[in-house]
């Protein structure tokens, strides 16, 4: 059995480079696992790795956020 390396929230925050109360929202949502020890959250770090590899946006998919030019109608 391997040990496991534990973020607390801040830490968690600052590896993906949001904000604690983002975290929070992606927590409760259930979009990042997260553990409860007494009062204290905390999140493996590898759980953390999944979740960023479940953001990575697949090429050709973000043309909506650019789309091409009408010409005018004075041209």
């Given at each position: 059995m391997t040990d496991v390396e534990w973020l607390n929230t801040e830490e968690a925050a600052k590896r993906l480079g949001i904000t604690t109360r983002t975290l929070y929202r992606f927590m409760d949502q259930g979009r990042l696992p997260s553990y409860r020890f007494g009062r204290v959250f905390r999140l493996k770090v590898t759980d953390i790795e999944e979740?960023?590899?479940?953001?990575?946006?697949?090429?050709?998919?973000?043309?909506?956020?650019y789309p091409e030019p009408t010409p005018s109608e004075d041209d």
């Open positions: 979740f960023i590899e479940s953001c990575r946006v697949e090429p050709g998919s973000l043309s909506h956020l």
